[in-house]
């Protein structure tokens, strides 16, 4: 390399020919060093802290704006903003405010939920790949790629369709949906994260303390649990958080198209399903809750981008 | 060449049938089966079901089934839509003009936008530009297609009554005003799209070009005393544009699910909409023949990604 372009204007300069770093006076932990690298990416650090206000919000709301969800009141249909209802009120008279509480938490909870199957799954095969090699390598990859490769929304909408009926009589109308989405979502949703995982292990494992605990006798189950995994997940977690945007995308985008949480349980895409059609006459339905997703989705993007400067800081994009 | 194609032809086969493998588990696994109403209809008596199934090969085991619909697939017998009253395969080549004209005019637009955009940031990163670019690229990327498609309407529709709110093929007039018309109501999904896969484009070319723009032979182009544009445009960009080929043919599924979301939002007659009309009608051999196409389609454009990579860079050998 002639020169070397910072990955992002945070991080720090490399020292000519990968000299050492200057030893510090004081021992910094990795989570206080990255802690330090992620304040300094002023848009990241407001983004989290929007989204502390917002979960903050969504988790008490209900103790400061105590109305329900489905109060019908006739007298005011789809009037804009006001003091009684802040964010105004929707064809049957029912407080949007109230609605986008109940609603962030579903949407919130389904993104996390389906980050969560995505990682477990993801970290597994991405491990199992990266240790065993070979032919199970081999097979697990062209899976990945198979994955990568399917029309993912047609059989989300696919899958739901058939099967939604069946796993709502099962476990009930709200738990039903939600496992089924869920479950869909971040069976997805895991390639990204196994490939990510699985190029990590590779670099890893030729590693001298991989090797050292080798030779000394720790067998693989150990190796990769105690020494590879925990120096895998920094790229990890960078995309965990990405995955959560992606999964509220996904889960709103199923909702926005009708198949997703029925009317009664209100995700923030099923109240821009249903605001839709009045769009002429109460913008503010539809601005105030596709908003919501839009701020929510960018705020975690910033996070992901501070974290991935304060985590791995060599990597551009 | 021709052998590196037909050798990439006949790799994207395994995918196809994996991908047909998946669909019809899916189907097979799903609970609910077309004869149960017979089962509890008292007109019928059980041995009529009984022989009706077995006509039709209900209760042949799995992989006889599976293999049955595929010879039907590969027939082009797609079924019969329940709702259309018509054949599957030519409700969707009605319908797949319009999905094919509209993600092709998007995706022009796109990468008009995000080549010259993130190269220009790349060239020059940190810079004001840079950072403009950067921060829209990512608030881009965080608007959901169906929030665009909607405020999109709210403003150019609603407010300003300057663009049609539905998509029609079945416009009259001729000439000149009718293409006009044609123009006029493709804009917004058209945009909508754009907009959606343009934001990732311009952060990935972006991210390509400063990994290139460092490197020896740009430094040596450099010193040579090329003009910047050329050093650009042949050393930098061309080299540049390797990955990103690869990311956008990656990006295919999501661009295709975002087609769908503009095709219901702004009603257009595409196979998006068929899809999302046929699932909500229960009309089960449509949308298997749409989730079908787009499959092949998602495969077709990996393809055609893989034989520009092949051209984009002289180092993949066509053995």
Redesign the interface.
Known sequence: MAGSTPASPIAEPVLAGGAAPPLRARHESLARESWRRFRRHHLALVSAAILVLMTLLLIFGRVIWPVAINDIDFAAQLTGPSFAHPLGTDDLGQDVFARMIYGGRISLSVGVAAMLVAVFVGVFVGAVAGTARGSVDMALMWLCDLFLSLPQLPLLLLIIYLFQTTLRKLVGMELGTFVLIVAVIGGFRWMSIARLVRAQFFSLREKEFVEAARALGASTLRQVVRHILPNAIGPVIVAATIEVANAIIAESTLSFLGLGFPPDIPSWGRILYDAKDYLDVAPHWALFSGGAIFLVVMAINYVGDGLRDALDPRRVL | MLSYLVRRLLLALP?LL??SV??FC??AL???DPFSDLASDPSIPPSVAAALRAKFGLDDPVYLRYFHWLVAMLHGDWGFSFASRIDVSRLIMQRLPTTLFVIGASQILALAIAVPVGVYAGVR??SFFDQVAS?LA??G???????TG??L??VFS?NLHLLPMVYRTDMGGSGLPLAWAYIRQAIMPVMVLALFQGAPWT??V??SV??V????H??TARAKGLPERVVVMKHVVRNAMIPVVTLVA?Q???I??GA??TE??FRVPGIGSL??SA??ANDTPV?MG??FV??I???LF?LIADVLYGWLDPRISYR
């Open positions: 995918s994996g991908i998946i669909l899916i189907l799903a609970p609910g990163p940190y921060s990512l608030i990327f965080s608007l959901p297609t169906f929030f909607l405020v309407i709210l609603v952060r990935f972006r991210a400063l990994d723009v460092r490197l020896d740009v430094t990656l295919m599924p999501v295709f699910g769908i979301i219901q939002i899809l999302i699932i909500l949308i749409v989730t787009f499959a389609l998602v495969i990996n």
